[in-house]
Each structure stands twice: as structure tokens, then as C-alpha cells.
């Protein structure tokens, strides 16, 4: 497909959640949120309250129950492609519904594997994320999807789908365009981490090149990473 006839990148849905109780979660109240549906109509985007721990999720009607590991400034946002739930839909031969991966944003037109960290883009007239990291997968994930072997295939797979934090609020909706903003010119990618943070290792000291764009409570660990590899 040429550049001229490939899709303009765009908001497909927008997906919000509310806790359920499931039992594939460590979440004290035995509860999670990542049920995910297209919401009708505007939605409003803004920081969460608190760092992870304290804010939750930064999509307006949006529940987060493990706090611990997910939500807060740094994890805002979650974005995954369209094309790649696809892509799962043939490999699993299941329908896969905009929001199932637990995404807030489902996209259309964008690589995001390939997003680099530190990438902002700006959605409809005023929201702009920037890319932090990618999302790990868990057990409240495979639980939830029923796939067995889940977590290893998803890792293997490497395509987590992008973490965002929020630059500037706005208030978006499905069919938004999607514009980059800016790309820093380095090579940490939402896929160079995770494959870093999983299955290759020796990528981590190359991580610190994506600095303060890096998760405020992950950046200590990245900067141990290129110590010991400098020495």
C-alpha cells in the first residue's frame, strides 16, 4: 500500500471501564477494571489526581482497581492498534471488540509498537499525550481474556500498546484525528522497551536514552542500568 491510500491516523474508539469483581487479580478488593467499552459521544482526557499508587485513570468514567500497578500520571492513558487486535482476531479466531486489551484509546493509521517514548501526539483540538512506556502483560489480563498461555504468547508477540501521560487535557471522541507532535530522535521505542524490560535484557543500559520522557518511578532503575553497564 502506498502512503497516499493509507489511512489517516485516527481515534477509532475511546474506551472506559468499571470495576467487576473477577478472580484473576491480587487487587485487595477483588475487583478489576479492565473492561473496556467504546463510549458515545466527547470524553474528557486530563492527568489523573496522583502518581501511581493514588491517581487512577486519566479517561473521564474510566475505573481502575490495582493502583499499585496501574493508572497515575505516567499511565494516563492506554493506547493499543486496531491492527494489531486484528491481528489476534485470525491468530485467535475470535472476535476482539475495541477496548478488550483494556485499551482507553483504540487506534487506526499508527504504528505503536513503534512510538518512541517521548513522542506527543495531539488528538482533536487541544489533548496532547506524550508516549511513556509500553504496557507489561499480567494475570488479571490472561484471566480476563481466557487464553491459555496468555502472557507468555503476548510478551513474545511484542506489541504492548503505549502508555501515555497527559501534556495538556482536552475532551476527544471516536473518528479524532491523530497528529505527532513531536519524535525525539532516539531509538527507545515502545517495542525496544518492552523487549528490554522482558525478553532481551541486554537491550536495558540503551533505555536511558529516552531521559526524563522515561516513567518518573522506572527512571532510577534505567540510570542503574547504564551505570553497571559503564563500568
Given amino acids: ?41 466527547p470524553v474528557e482526557v486530563r492527568p489523573p489526581e496522583g502518581p501511581k499508587g493514588v491517581g487512577g485513570s486519566g479517561v473521564a468514567g474510566d475505573e481502575i482497581s490495582e493502583l499499585r500497578h496501574h493508572g497515575g500520571f505516567d499511565q494516563a492513558v492506554y493506547a493499543f492498534a ?29 504504528d505503536v509498537t513503534g512510538v518512541v517514548v517521548g513522542e506527543r501526539w495531539r488528538i482533536g483540538d487541544e489533548l496532547v ?10 494475570r488479571t489480563f490472561a484471566g480476563w481474556l481466557g487464553e491459555r498461555g496468555w502472557v507468555k504468547r503476548f510478551t513474545q508477540d511484542g506489541a504492548p500498546g503505549a502508555y501515555f501521560r497527559v ?36 537491550l536495558r543500559p540503551r533505555v536511558i536514552a529516552a531521559g526524563d520522557a522515561l516513567p518518573s518511578e522506572e527512571l532510577e532503575t534505567v540510570r542503574r542500568w547504564a551505570t553497571a553497564a559503564s563500568v
Fill in 1 to 41: 500500500m502506498d502512503s497516499s491510500s493509507a489511512p489517516s491516523p485516527r481515534i477509532l474508539s475511546v474506551n472506559a471501564g468499571r470495576r467487576r469483581p473477577t478472580e484473576h487479580t491480587s487487587c485487595p478488593d477483588g475487583t478489576t477494571g479492565i473492561d473496556k467499552r467504546p463510549v458515545g459521544g
Fill in 82 to 110: 486496531r491492527e494489531d487486535l486484528d491481528r489476534w482476531e485470525a491468530a485467535l479466531g475470535r472476535s476482539l471488540t475495541p477496548g478488550v486489551f483494556g485499551e482507553n484509546l483504540t487506534t487506526a493509521g499508527i
Fill in 129 to 138: 499525550l506524550e508516549a511513556t512506556g509500553p504496557r507489561i502483560p499480567c
Fill in 167 to 202: 501534556v495538556h487535557p482536552g475532551t476527544i471522541a471516536a473518528g479524532d484525528p491523530v497528529e505527532v507532535l513531536h519524535r525525539p530522535d532516539h531509538e527507545v521505542t515502545i517495542g525496544f522497551y518492552f523487549r528490554a524490560l522482558t525478553l532481551e535484557p541486554a
